[in-house]
């Protein structure tokens, strides 16, 4: 089993609509999870980081859940300028200091 | 505020040439990264550094090697460039483990 593994989609979204997805991690330790949105051929930028259960910055909102061990991100009244992909990172289990990145989830919002 | 500084942007290479990756940060950052990224593949740890003073492997170490050469810099050498080493190399730093990743605007690499 991967690390950090997601669904690779695309989710294909209309413009308003909510859209959801998982990301589930090996490491039952991990205290920490951030979500990344990458366009295409540039650096991934940080949207989100999650300590605790759950974190919401305006329409994205990322719930954890330890038992199941999977992080989830919400984005509500999607914009045309959500189109992008997401990626989720882990501490790896084998060091803290790693940082596991799952493959990343496209999105695409549509008018 | 340049934040993490990555040369060059764009580089070919011919099989078997070497060449180094230049990665700076001007955020008094502890620790530093090397990823790679292709097609489908998310992104590759391929070394880090923790600290000043250390380097770790990651998940794709082979045909690469590090230099933290102070605390600002970190740079990834290609010994013996293979076709398979064509992709897009990101750099990155944290203050620590558990904080969030700041990102190079990467070096897209083609070897022939």
């Known amino acids: 089993r991967k690390e950090v593994e997601q669904d690779p989609g695309p989710f294909n979204v209309p413009e308003g609509a909510t859209v959801a997805f998982n990301c589930t991690y090996s490491?039952?330790?991990?205290?920490?999870f951030f979500w990344y949105r990458q366009d295409c051929r540039k650096e991934p930028k940080l949207l989100m980081s999650v300590y605790s259960s759950g974190n919401e910055d305006g329409r994205f909102t990322a719930q954890l859940n330890r038992a199941s061990q999977y992080i989830s991100l919400l984005i509500r009244d999607s914009k045309l300028s959500d189109s992008a992909t997401y990626l989720c990172a882990v501490p790896s289990t084998d060091s803290w200091g790693k940082l596991q990145f799952g493959a990343g989830t496209q999105v695409v919002v549509t008018p | 505020n340049a934040g993490v500084t990555q040369t060059p942007k764009f580089q070919v290479l011919k099989t078997g040439q070497s060449m180094t990756l230049q990665c700076a940060q001007d955020m008094n950052h502890n620790s530093m990264y090397w990823y790679r990224q292709d097609p489908g593949m998310g992104l590759r740890l391929i070394y880090y550094?923790?600290?000043?003073?250390?380097?770790d492997k990651g998940e794709v170490p082979n045909g690469y090697n590090v230099s933290r050469l102070n605390k600002r810099e970190f740079s990834l050498r290609l010994e013996s460039a293979a076709p398979s080493q064509t992709s897009v190399y990101f750099c990155a730093s944290r203050t620590g483990s558990n904080e969030k990743l700041f990102f190079g605007s990467g070096t897209q690499l083609s070897v022939l």
């Open positions: 490491n039952s330790a991990s205290q920490s």
């Open positions: 550094s923790a600290s000043e003073g250390t380097t």
